[in-house]
Each structure stands twice: as structure tokens, then as C-alpha cells.
């Protein structure tokens, strides 16, 4: 067993035992869905003042509104939601490489197959984070699968502070 | 401002207050990476234990692995983590819908232009959730773009209890 397994069974052993809201139901209560990075170093539920059940979290490298449209899609349409908050975070490892970096390292560590399975695959990096926050609510305003009933607003968590601040 | 919107806002200036991390490294310090669900009943920080800094978190829709591959790559070539824990969990929505409703759903409520949009997108609903666990775990295992000395292990969260079981 890991260590970070071996970390998962214990925490979660503590967890379990004062755990109290088995009976939340399905559909987040507050109909609100965030879309986040993956970063390590943010904690949306406590950052972000979410309780258990209120929003869906989705969370991807960069907090990228395109690669999260699944997921937005069931969250709108199956489940209700009707607001969408989309948080990008300053030191984002997406401002760090483009492209070319991320294709060329799995070239060089994993050979030539890899590359090949993933093809001309969009690492969607970007160059500016409050730039790249407006474009992906502007990108999620036009698309037509996001109903214009649905609210949207962007902000940047700033990892140095803990703070969010709005940006659109 | 949306109630939404004034929620963040005030609990993040409380978060913010009481921040004193700010000075963690971007690559994850346990240098692992978790994927698991959207739903709003899962709190990974604290239901598996992961301390702010120590691992991504990957959510989607259904806490699928082809959809966070993208995510995944960034974390090992570029961010250095070797080991992926993937949590499903039990009264997953995914499990309650085809990739017909939804496409149905889009039409209906969004109109024929939407359902262009999206053509034949998969939204990866899946009939039981053990079992699509170890066909995740199965598929990363399979993927060229996941190195074989990537760790990987596949859990199922209960969002009754707050357990999480081994699957695989």
C-alpha cells in the first residue's frame, strides 16, 4: 500500500466516523456549479464558502470552461443548476509552457506512441489569467449549449493570499 | 449580485483572514493526483484526507478518466506527480440518465442549434459504478499517455456514510 493510500484509508477512517449528512440530495440545493484548476493549492470548499451539497465542483488543469462543457452540460440540464462561477488562480502552471512543452515532454518520456494516441490534443495553456478568465466566459456567453438564462461570473483566486477578486 | 455571488464574497474575505499558505510550491508535495466526481456531496480535501498543496483534484461529471486526461498529462509531465486515486461514488447521477436523455434534454430545452453544437458528444453516463471503476482504472492502464510507473487505484465513496471503499 502507497503512502498516499495508506493516507486515504486513515483520513477517511476519521472522517466516516463523524460524518453526518448521508441524506443530502442529488441536485446541488443552491443550484450553482464552480469550475476551478486542479492546482494543489486551492481548497474550493473552504476558499469559496461551499457547504456539502449546495454546488457542483469541477476542476481541470486551468480551470478551462471548454474541457469542463461536459460536465456543465449535465450540470445544467439534468441537474438543475442555473449559475456558473468560474475561478482561474494566480502561479497557474498553465501561464508556464505552451503547447509544444507539453507535447514534446510526452514525446520524450513516452515515446512515440504516446504522441501519436493523443494526437494534435489541445493542452489549452494561455498566456494571461484575467485575459483568460473573460475569454472563457465570453466563450461560455456564445455557446449555445450554455442557455442565456444561465448566470455567469468570472474572478481570479490569488493562491499568495487566499483571496478571489472579480474580474467579469 | 446573485446570492451565489455574495456568498463567495463574504466567506472568502472570512478564508482569507485566517490564510497562512501562501507560500506553497505549485507542484504537488505528495506528487499524486485525485479524480473524482462534480456531485456536491463530496468534499475530497477532507473525505481523503488531502492537505492544500499536497495533490491535484480533478472533478468532472461522473469522476471520468478519459475526460481528465488532458489534466492528467499536465500533472505527470509537468508537474511531476506519479500516482492517481480515482473515486466514484455511490448515487452518482451518471448512473441514472443515457447519453439519449441528454442529448434529448439539449434539444428540447435548448433547440436544434445547441444539439449541432454539441454533435455526438458522449457524455459517459455508466449502468454501475464498481464496475466502472475498474473500466477506468483499466483504461488508464491502457493509455500510452499514462507511463506504466504511474501508480493508480480505484475507490468507491459512499455518500451515506462518508466511507470510501477499495476497488481496485
Known amino acids: 500500500m502507497s503512502s498516499v493510500v495508506q493516507n486515504l484509508v486513515d483520513s477517511n477512517k476519521d472522517y466516516a466516523e463523524k460524518f453526518t449528512q ?32 449546495d454546488a457542483h465542483v469541477i476542476r481541470n488543469a486551468g480551470g478551462n470552461a471548454r474541457d469542463a462543457l461536459r460536465s456543465l452540460i449535465i450540470s445544467q440540464q439534468l441537474l438543475g443548476t442555473q449559475e456558473v462561477v468560474l475561478v482561474k488562480h494566480t502561479g497557474c502552471g498553465m501561464l508556464t509552457f505552451q503547447n509544444a512543452d507539453a507535447h514534446g515532454a510526452v514525446k520524450q518520456n513516452l515515446g512515440d506512441a504516446a504522441a501519436e494516441e493523443i494526437g494534435t490534443l489541445d493542452f489549452l495553456p494561455f498566456g494571461d489569467v484575467e485575459q483568460a478568465v473573460k475569454d472563457d466566459v465570453a466563450w461560455l456567453q456564445a455557446s449555445k449549449a450554455i442557455p442565456d438564462s444561465v448566470r455567469l461570473s468570472g474572478w481570479v483566486y490569488e493562491v499568495e493570499t487566499g483571496k478571489v477578486r472579480s474580474v467579469v
Chains 1, 2 share one sequence.
Open 22 to 53: 448521508g441524506s443530502l440530495a442529488l441536485p446541488p440545493a443552491k443550484k450553482y456549479a464552480v469550475v476551478t484548476c486542479m492546482d494543489a493549492r486551492i481548497d474550493p470548499i473552504s476558499a469559496f464558502g461551499i457547504s456539502l451539497g
